[in-house]
């Protein structure tokens, strides 16, 4: 009788232990970027970049009528996430503008539960100096 008890507790705490290799992984936000092409050009491109208070920092570029990307992963705090872009033209970009002139109309924007996302376009989304 206590072999059988015993076989059934280790089987159990196997299972148990075994049970969060199958769990999913962490909940988590995502921004989605897109162009506008035109005004945005085959040859132009755009930085945005994604920052907050905690010193997260992530960036990614897309060219004139290039399809929308995500930057996904995103820890869902209550810390809002700033969101800027630069549009420069491809090669010749010797008197690009400094990164960051323009800034989301919206402002700061929250993703504070699990799977909030948000999707910028720009120029639409944006005001820019």
Do not use: R
Request: net charge negative.
């Amino acid at each position: 009788m206590q072999q059988k008890l015993v076989i059934g507790l280790f089987s159990l705490m196997s299972i148990t232990a075994a049970i969060p290799a199958f769990a999913q992984g962490e909940d988590s936000c995502y921004i989605e970027f897109a162009v506008s092409t035109p005004p945005v050009e085959f040859n132009q491109s755009v930085a945005f970049n994604v920052t907050n208070d905690y010193g997260f920092s992530k960036s990614i570029t897309l060219k004139g009528g290039s399809a929308p990307q995500v930057i996904d992963k995103l820890l869902c705090v209550d810390t809002p996430y700033t969101i800027s872009a630069s549009q420069y033209s491809t090669p010749a970009n010797q008197l690009a503008p400094g990164i960051g002139q323009c800034s989301l109309k919206a402002g700061s924007v929250m993703l504070n539960a699990p799977y909030n996302s948000v999707s910028v376009v720009f120029p639409n989304d944006f005001v820019c100096n």
